[in-house]
């Protein structure tokens, strides 16, 4: 016999190859709930992976690390790194999905049997973290080029405000964060004109002649195709004289259109006389570059239009000034040392939805309360990055912040300082931007909040218990107060959920909705929203549906008492049935409801609704099937006294026809109605014993046994009945079969219910086998026949009670596998079938070895 559980003498590179589209499938899975909230496409979320692959096993196959691998994998989780940062992938999102793929490996390997394999997984972590590694390096690397690039884009938008000026800064900043770029030219739009307003790297003098309008003419390609776009990939649309970029002795050439708000301004052209084509790295570092200075250069050609009636300076002031007005970041510049406010932006106020001008010193910082987001302790004054730069001129990248705002509600910025420096290098003021993140954090936070809720919800088919998780869920998350509402037709009387951090506010706020019956006005406001499936929101209780309620003392007492500032009420309702309201409140947190709170309330009830819908039926379902079985129990049970006296009654009126020499018509008559009532009695037994399994009273007699002897047993039980049909029947086993602790006579039942079946189906010259052997911790029992098998659309439903298969030509009561089953459970083994139509079917059930076997 073959040996299961064989380790799998094959090398993880080798299945890594075999079996990389299976490896992808589950990979793509597990990527996809990485990240819900991002959801990209299958084609984009998979775009480098076979790839890295690849590269994971010739690394693992022995290559070594991954600067020894072929030419052609060397650099893939680098550039799969870049391709990720440009999506607007996190590291931390990166490194995850490499984790992802090391475990869908390590399981895939495992699940086909791999084996210790110790080496080879030392092997694959290395690969992994190879992979990693070079993913990490590339990442940051090219993080901290945008950066820079960024930041020398800030330091020429702030230090000139000539157009021309700030496009030669431009450049200059562009050939040095990309070494490739030998030549860089901007043409910006005028008219219908292109002009060359900046070059660098053209040392013979200016662009004339052809190769000013060969560059010209691949501007114009850019343009209309409206995105980046290599000089090769543009030949086939341009006339010859666009070769004319190749005779300065330019290799590669990459040409990126100037957009602002849908409309076209221009085109920044690089060009490298060395590398045959632009990395990848390069190419998101000047595609990021040109777009942040697209605003810049428009704010720029605004100015200059407007120069000629001002004074140089007053057109500098004018220029900073838009810039810095209209940046799509807040912007605050502080006082060296004091921190003094010298200058803030419309972003700010808005953002903070208060004016931060008038502030004197640091200690001014306070109006605006910040929090750190992982421990909720207070900024203090000098923590605020603005306070640390101007005082100590640190720099501070990416730093995040809670914000209590001025209207009251909460938001999330992502922090930027840098110290401003004299001709000296000393500190002379600070500049802080910000960027509001609040809306893509609550994303974030609802995403992960709904689906934690999802997974949580799902885990009880209690209908109580489903609502207790839901204000549990809710409090304090999304609110301090959560009360659900079920309405009297879901269950006998209305009930009510009370839910809050603090049991004694539970049981304070319960005395108190027993004392106040609802207010018309509330019942109203409920049936409201109810009745139209809309949750509703009220920021205070100023809000037409809700204000007449206030004439009502025991709802202002209610409202007082606990606090309550903020509501939020919202119906639950699945499969078009109301369940009841969930009313969810703020109070002492001071937090203040939005829509985006409205927005994750409602898909939080939606999701509560359905759970509680499924707890309500699946209750249901159980009450009426806990009956269904009493009542076959009852009625089986009683059954079995009139059918006993029947089968008696046959029998001694069996053994008078006998004495009377046998009157032929009276003995078929007797023998019918013993054939039914024997019928009958097989079909009440089957009930009972069912009803007995089911409601957990059918004791087990355990003893040591033989399975072999088990086997032979049932076999010789159906001898007859084989003969009879013309059918061999055998029993084979292992030489070396263990000893069992079981119920000989219900495992004897399993096999007799098998074989019955077996015997049914399989015709004359046919052969039914019963086969015992050993298989890890489990002794198997196997009975096959080579009768007509069972369709496949049968095979789901085979251990259902009361299904019976339509083709196989046979009737049953639908009890006899399902018995099986629980029988085969009880034992705590597990039963399984496998057929093909045309050539037989095969039951196997196990019964596990006593402490392991022996």
Same mark, same amino acid.
């Given at each position: ?154 330091? $020429?938008?702030? *230090?000139?405000?000539? @157009? /021309? !000026?700030? %496009? +030669?800064? #431009?450049?200059?900043?562009? =050939? &040095? ?46 343009? $209309?195709?409206? *995105?980046?776009?290599? @000089? /090769? !990939?543009? %030949? +086939?649309? #341009?006339?010859?004289?666009? =070769? &004319? ?49 697209? *605003? ?559």
């Amino acid at each position: 016999m073959v040996q299961l559980g064989r380790p799998n003498e094959e090398r993880l590179s080798d299945f890594i190859r075999r079996h990389r589209d299976a490896i992808l499938e589950a990979w793509k899975q597990r990527a996809h709930a990485l990240s819900p909230a991002r959801s990209p496409s299958d084609p984009m979320l998979t775009d480098h992976i076979p790839s890295i692959l690849a590269y994971v096993a010739e690394v693992a196959g022995g290559a070594g690390t991954g600067a020894e691998v072929d030419q052609r994998l060397r650099g893939i989780p680098g550039h799969h790194a870049l391709n990720r940062l440009a999506q607007g992938y996190d590291l931390a999102d990166v490194v995850k999905e490499y984790a992802a793929l090391r475990a869908v490996i390590l399981e895939l390997w495992e699940r086909e049997g791999g084996g210790d394999g110790g080496s080879e997984l030392i092997r694959l972590n290395g690969a992994i973290d190879d992979a990693i590694a070079d993913a990490v390096t590339r990442y940051q690397e090219a993080r901290v080029r945008l950066l820079q690039a960024l930041d020398a884009i800030s330091t $020429a938008a702030l *230090g000139s405000s000539d @157009l /021309d !000026a700030f %496009l +030669r800064a #431009l450049i200059r900043a562009t =050939r &040095e964060a990309a070494a490739a770029v030998d030549v860089a030219m901007v043409l910006l739009a005028d008219g219908d004109a292109l002009e060359v307003h900046a070059t660098a790297g053209l040392d013979d003098g200016p662009l004339l002649g052809p190769p000013l309008e060969a560059s010209r003419e691949f501007a114009r390609a850019v343009l $209309a195709l409206r *995105g980046p776009a290599s @000089l /090769d !990939a543009a %030949l +086939r649309t #341009l006339p010859v004289t666009a =070769r &004319e970029l190749r005779s300065r002795g330019l290799r590669a050439v990459y040409g990126v259109p100037l957009i602002h708000e849908g409309r076209a301004i221009g085109v920044a052209i690089l060009g490298s006389r060395n590398a045959e084509e632009f990395s990848e790295e390069d190419m998101l570092m000047l595609r990021t570059m040109t777009s942040r200075a697209t *605003g810049i250069i428009v704010q720029a050609q605004l100015v200059a239009k407007e120069r000629a009636s001002r004074h140089q300076a007053d057109d500098a002031r004018a220029l900073l000034a838009t810039v810095i007005e209209q940046m799509p970041a807040g912007l605050i510049i502080g006082e060296r040392q004091t921190g003094r406010v010298l200058l803030t932006n419309r972003q700010a106020t808005e953002i903070f939805r208060q004016s931060l001008e008038g502030i004197q010193n640091t200690e001014g910082y306070a109006i605006c309360r910040g929090f750190h987001p992982r421990s909720g302790k207070a900024y203090e004054t000098w923590e605020w990055p603005l306070a640390r730069t101007v005082t100590t001129g640190e720099v501070v990248d990416d730093e995040e912040i809670d914000v209590l705002r001025g209207d009251g509600t909460w938001g999330r910025i992502l922090v930027r300082s840098r110290p401003v420096l004299d001709p000296e290098g000393r500190v002379s003021a600070g500049v802080v931007t910000f960027f509001d993140i609040t809306e893509r954090t609550r994303a974030e936070q609802a995403q992960r909040f709904l689906a934690a809720a999802s997974a949580s919800l799902s885990d009880s088919l209690d209908f109580q218990g489903t609502l207790d998780r839901l204000g549990r869920l809710t409090v304090p998350e999304l609110a301090d107060w959560c009360v659900i509402h079920t309405l009297p037709e879901v269950e006998a009387a209305r009930r009510v959920t009370v839910t809050h951090v603090n049991p004694e506010e539970v049981r304070r706020a319960r005395a108190l909705l027993r004392e106040m019956d609802p207010p018309p006005g509330l019942s109203a406001v409920m049936e409201q929203v109810l009745g139209g499936e809309r949750p509703e929101l009220f920021r205070d209780f100023s809000h037409p549906l809700i204000a007449p309620l206030a004439e009502h003392a025991g709802f202002r007492r209610l409202v007082r008492e606990l606090g309550i500032t903020s509501v939020m009420l919202v119906p639950m309702v699945a499969r078009g049935r109301a369940f009841g309201c969930i009313a969810l409140g703020t109070a002492a947190s001071g937090r203040v409801y939005d829509e985006a709170d409205l927005a994750v309330a409602h898909d939080l009830a939606q999701r509560a609704a359905l759970a509680a819908d499924n707890a309500r039926l699946y209750e249901a379902a159980q009450r009426a099937i806990e009956l269904r079985d009493n009542v076959l129990a009852t009625v089986s049970h009683d059954l079995r006294n009139p059918l006993s006296a029947i089968i008696t009654a046959a029998a001694v009126m069996t053994k008078r026809a006998a004495a009377r020499a046998g009157d032929k018509g009276d003995t078929k008559a007797i023998q019918a109605i013993q054939r039914s009532a024997h019928r009958m009695d097989r079909l009440i037994h089957d009930l009972l014993d069912f009803a007995s399994l089911r409601a957990g009273r059918l004791e087990l007699r355990r003893q040591p046994q033989d399975p072999r002897d088990i086997g032979r047993e049932a076999v010789e039980t159906f001898e007859p009945q084989a003969q009879e049909k013309g059918v061999r029947l055998a029993a084979t086993s292992d030489e070396e079969v263990p000893i069992v602790v079981c119920d000989r006579d219900r495992v004897l039942q399993v096999l007799s219910n098998l074989l019955s079946n077996a015997l049914k189906v399989t015709g004359a010259q046919g052969a039914v086998t019963v086969r015992c052997e050993r298989r890890e911790e489990h002794v198997v029992f196997a009975v096959a026949d080579t009768g007509p098998g069972i369709p496949e659309d049968e095979l789901p439903y085979l251990f259902e009670r009361f299904w019976r298969g339509q083709r196989n030509g046979y009737k049953g009561t639908g009890l006899g596998l399902a018995i099986a089953r629980e029988l085969v459970v009880a034992h705590g083994g597990t039963i399984s079938v496998d057929s093909r139509v045309g050539v037989g079917t095969t039951f196997r059930f196990t019964i596990p070895l006593e402490n392991g076997g022996g």
